[in-house]
């Protein structure tokens, strides 16, 4: 099968879309296999390796039969695989409201304009923030979003001073998560709250409600 015409995939489903700003939404998820960052608290190492070869019009037939209109193509990193461009395009072409979930780290400047890129800057606390494309920064338009996973009280200030260098939220919103596990939840909005950040706190409620199972 040619590459340009299949996609590497690893799960597809319906469920609630756990962040963004469509928190809550009854959506078709895309997950593609693979991705070239390896941060420490990834919770979806499952979708590195493996996966299936599936032709893209097959993806997108699948995608227009689930009867949401939300759709989100995520990983691993899909921009990962070229074919990725192509299928976002096909989404919207089929009618779909679709977003991206990428890292960061690759270009996403060749995504159709109708797709909501949302890219996950990444912290120092991922282990991978040396990756960052800042390039992509330029690049958000108000219908994307822009995502900080914090580990810490210093990735929660690397943030913070980012966000103010660069006026980050007269780009696009911006969204400030805590790392599960690891940063407490209350703590990141008291900070938010007490420095009148202009970002949107955000909790994963797909961990809250399903606890990171595959396919929900």
Not at 104 to 128: F, H, M, W
Not at 171 to 184: D, K, T
């Amino acid at each position: 099968m040619d590459t340009a015409d299949s996609l590497r995939l690893t799960e597809t489903f319906v469920s609630l879309q756990g962040e963004s700003r469509t928190v809550g939404l009854p959506t078709f998820f895309i997950r593609l296999t693979g991705c070239p960052l390896r941060c420490h608290y990834c919770d979806t190492a499952y979708a590195f390796h493996g996966g299936s070869r599936v032709a893209l019009e097959a993806v997108v037939a699948e995608a227009c039969a689930a009867g949401v209109s939300q759709v989100t193509v995520t990983g691993g990193e899909p921009l990962a695989q070229p074919a990725c461009l192509t299928l976002l395009r096909r989404l919207c072409e089929a009618g779909l409201a679709v977003s991206l979930e990428t890292s960061g780290a690759l270009d996403i400047t060749a995504v159709d304009a109708r797709v909501s890129r949302v890219v996950d800057l990444k912290t120092p606390g991922s282990g991978e923030a040396h990756r960052n494309r800042w390039e992509n920064l330029a690049c958000l338009q108000p219908h994307d979003q822009l995502k900080f996973v914090l580990c810490s009280r210093q990735d929660y200030l690397w943030a913070r001073t980012l966000l103010r260098r660069e006026h980050l939220e007269r780009r696009c919103e911006v969204l400030f998560s805590p790392s599960a596990g690891q940063l407490e939840a209350r703590r990141l909005a008291d900070w938010i709250v007490e420095d009148r950040l202009p970002v949107r706190f955000q909790l994963q409620l797909h961990k809250l409600l399903w606890n990171d199972e595959p396919g929900r």
